[in-house]
């Protein structure tokens, strides 16, 4: 966004929760820089630098604050397609993509040049790609160093970092103290089996409402939730490996964050898990653009966020098993499907014993061995279909591929339709515009019959629809 520095300066003398995130304020007398909402004394305004991006107020020079930790400031969502490419390429630097490629692989994997890629990239956060890489390891490796008792060397290599010797000069160089020091000025903790996390986001958030919606479309030994706990296994691949553990997600006691424990056998992939746990509980979201947007319908209940997905071939299953069944149906359906042809994992939970499978695995499937557990041939043949076109690198169902061309793609495969199409663009694309226009909810809610007019009403609530929808199911709950 622009930078005013009145208003910047304003939001910070008021420490308002709004614009956290947003920008982050570089102290000239100190050599540190702040979150908007830092507690520590308001400097003078002529000491007042403001930033896009962390990584930007890094490359100025600052080093980040101890106390405000702006490593917990809570992400951005972007709508708009420069902010929106922008965005998806630091998604993909989240997931380490840019360990064994490059900005050019990071270009050709989002369809662009390297140099537009370059120049979006700068103009949105401030920051080249790869300096906005080493920014998030380094702010990873900080916060692991702080909140867990993970050793330095496998604090380096969970951050990114292939040498301990690159990680210990870098981080020395940026924040003008060793691994060590910080570890030395913080609090002592046990080695744990698991490791706690806090992923902060922008309030309010109805944390009820979204573990109910999960709670009813959970995957029987995929998916828990308890007592306001949402527990899953996770099972992902990276550079070449597989690592297989868990995760258990709550809202922390102050309402702000939602604390993350995951097994330690995950510490290897801690950035991978993290967005992607960011994108179930859509913690990127801005509730204001969204009830903006929304106006009367979203009045009601503002905390509504639109939940994701923790992998994309799992919620396209679950799209497809879902066509024209109750949510238990196929909630039955997809446990079924889960127990058959997905791989164990060992759990603290018993409710949890098995990965979803991959979609390497099903693609080597015929429809038949599918379809024995109950479900209609045709979806059968579309779950296979969906799974071969991802295996063989055709189809990328997360919210960095293009939308339009997945979309497309998605329409192409026999046995999924509009309605599919939209509900995994709500999902596991993140794409805050979809709308299944022809859902029996959304018609209901909306007192229509006709799909075409349901779309046409939809109109004044983009580029957030897949919110409106969202709204118009819970309105259904209450009715």
Not at 130 to 150: E, P
Not at 213 to 224: D, I, N
Not at 251 to 257: I, S
Request: hydrophobic letters at 45%; charged letters at 20%.
């Amino acid at each position: 966004m622009p930078l005013d520095p009145q208003r910047c300066y304003q939001a910070l003398k008021t420490h308002d929760a709004r614009f956290d995130g947003r920008f982050f304020v570089g102290v000239s007398s100190t050599g540190i820089y702040c979150r908007p909402v830092c507690g520590g004394r308001t400097p003078k305004p002529a000491n007042c630098s403001f930033y896009p991006s962390a990584a930007a107020a890094e490359a100025a020079g600052y080093r980040p604050c101890l106390r405000c930790r702006p490593e917990l400031a809570p992400g951005n969502a972007a709508v708009d397609a420069n902010a929106r490419l922008a965005h998806a390429a630091a998604g993909l630097i989240e997931d380490d993509l840019l360990v064994d490629g490059g900005v050019s692989d990071l270009a050709q994997r989002l369809s662009v040049s390297d140099r537009h890629l370059r120049r979006v990239f700068r103009a949105e956060l401030g920051v080249t790609p790869v300096q906005f890489t080493q920014t998030q390891r380094l702010l990873l490796a900080k916060r692991l160093l702080t909140d867990t008792a993970l050793p330095v060397t496998e604090v380096a290599l969970a951050s990114g970092f292939g040498s301990l010797r690159r990680f210990n000069a870098l981080f020395r160089a940026r924040y003008r103290l060793s691994p060590s020091d910080l570890r030395r000025h913080t609090a002592e903790h046990e080695a744990p089996d698991a490791l706690e996390l806090a992923l902060r986001f922008r309030p309010p958030l109805d944390w009820t409402a979204l573990l109910a919606f999960l709670a009813r479309r959970t995957v029987a030994g995929v998916e828990h939730v308890d007592d306001g706990v949402y527990l899953r296994t996770v099972r992902v691949e990276h550079n070449g490996a597989v690592y297989a553990g868990w995760i258990a997600a709550r809202l922390a006691a102050d309402g702000a964050a939602v604390c993350i424990a995951l097994s330690a056998s995950l510490s290897r992939v801690i950035p991978l898990v993290l967005t992607r746990v960011k994108r179930v509980f859509d913690l990127a979201c801005d509730p204001e653009q969204v009830a903006a947007a929304l106006g009367a319908l979203g009045a009601r209940n503002p905390g509504l966020r639109l939940p994701g997905a923790f992998d994309g071939f799992e919620a396209a299953v679950r799209g497809i098993l879902g066509q024209q069944v109750t949510v238990k149906s196929a909630h039955t359906l997809a446990g079924r499907f889960a127990a058959a042809f997905g791989e164990p994992v060992a759990s603290f939970h018993p409710a949890l014993s098995v990965a979803f499978p991959a979609p390497q695995r099903i693609a080597a499937l015929e429809p038949a061995q599918i379809a024995v557990l109950g479900v209609i041939r045709t979806r059968a043949s579309a779950i296979v279909g969906i799974a071969r076109e991802i295996a063989q690198g055709r189809l990328r169902l997360e919210p960095t591929a293009d939308v339009g061309a997945t979309l497309t793609a998605l329409r192409a495969i026999p046995g999924i339709g509009e309605w599919t199409a939209q509900y995994i663009a709500m999902r596991a694309l993140a794409w805050p515009d979809a709308f299944p226009h022809t859902d029996y909810g959304v018609l209901k809610a909306l007192n229509e019959t006709d799909p075409r007019h349901a779309l046409r009403r939809a109109e004044a609530w983009r580029p957030w629809r897949a919110y409106a929808v969202m709204h118009l199911w819970k309105s259904l709950e209450s009715a």
